[in-house]
């Protein structure tokens, strides 16, 4: 391939944007920082060798369709599902993601919306800012204790083993997973217990925290019957992929005591919220914050960068997806 026409659809960290333009000669950076749309994103695939996306840019199987220029998508994430990576791969594109580096930025994220939701932090924020906190009292803004309580995760992959690790080792709760995966998970915790079935993790947990990938059978994994199975007083936290729990299921849940509350850093149709969870005092909210440190970020797109390396110099890109 000759000197390649890369499009990047939104901008990214400026170290890596600095190295992206200093290797390669036609770089085209969305200076406007908005979203490409269906219709950019499909006139990118038709007119540059090398199509750069992140995990806002939905890529379904229609873009796919015709006469297009790409041959290599670099997706700036580890998850997608954003992506028809069968399409993709049937029109002769090899895809490519950032897993590994972003690991513990996104289980110190969950363990984030874990204590804040216990602890109603937000809610307490939300009291002190808009002026109406009227002074200590014994009975006021009670949450929920950590330590020692029992951590449900569903998805034992690397973010989930890191967000095990901080809750067994740092505040000494017992670990319950689940995942479907026929592999065995290194993650060296005395005592923690793999179950056969979710149900099983949403009975025991106190606090449930979701690591599963988006999309095909996860869509809406945990619905109105799996909240239902957890206990009253116990929370759940997502900070995977939006489409994996039924939002109206768990707005109804939130409402009407099914469980305690939810944090949140992901959504189905982000970034649009269902107004229903923002009402709610029980809910967390995070604008998909799970990898946002200047340090996570910068390794991503590096790890873009490298994948992008190696497929130019026809090597096979060591985190290639399809």
Not at 93 to 117: E, F, H, Y
Not at 267 to 283: F, K, M, R, S, T
Not at 308 to 315: C, I, K, M, T, W
């Amino acid at each position: 391939m000759d000197e390649p026409v890369i499009v990047v659809t939104r901008r990214w960290p400026a170290p890596v944007e600095d190295e992206l333009t200093r290797r390669f000669g036609d770089v085209r950076l969305n200076a406007d920082d908005v979203p490409l749309g269906a219709h950019g994103l499909r006139a990118a695939l038709e007119y540059a060798d090398v199509v750069l996306p992140t995990v806002s840019d939905r890529l379904p199987a229609e873009l796919f369709e015709g006469e297009l220029r790409t041959k290599f998508l670099g997706n700036f994430g580890v998850g997608y599902n954003h992506i028809d990576t069968a399409a993709a791969a049937k029109a002769g594109i090899v895809v490519t993601n950032t897993p590994r580096v972003l690991t513990d930025t996104t289980a110190d994220t969950a363990m984030t919306l874990l204590l804040m939701v216990a602890r109603r932090a937000g809610e307490g924020e939300r009291e002190v800012r808009a002026g109406r906190w009227t002074g200590w009292r014994p009975t006021h803004m009670m949450g929920a204790d950590v330590t020692g309580k029992t951590l449900g995760i569903v998805g034992m992959g690397r973010i989930g083993v890191a967000l095990a690790r901080r809750g067994h080792f740092g505040f000494g709760m017992s670990v319950v997973f689940y995942d479907p995966a026929d592999f065995e998970p290194d993650h060296r915790i005395p005592g923690a217990r793999r179950v056969g079935t979710l149900e099983e993790v949403l009975a025991v947990a106190d606090f449930v925290s979701l690591h599963m990938p988006g999309g095909a059978e996860n869509t809406h994994l945990i619905d109105a019957a799996a909240l239902a199975t957890m206990k009253p007083t116990a929370f759940l936290v997502n900070s995977a992929r939006g489409d994996v729990i039924d939002s109206s299921a768990l707005i109804e849940a939130l409402r009407s005591g099914t469980i305690a509350g939810a944090g949140l850093d992901v959504y189905e149709g982000e970034p649009e919220i269902p107004q229903g969870l923002v009402e709610l005092d029980n809910a967390v909210l995070l604008p998909h914050l799970g990898s946002a440190t200047l340090e996570t970020r910068t390794a991503m797109g590096m790890l873009v960068l490298d994948n992008l390396q190696d497929f130019l110099a026809g090597r096979d890109p060591s985190c290639r997806v399809a």
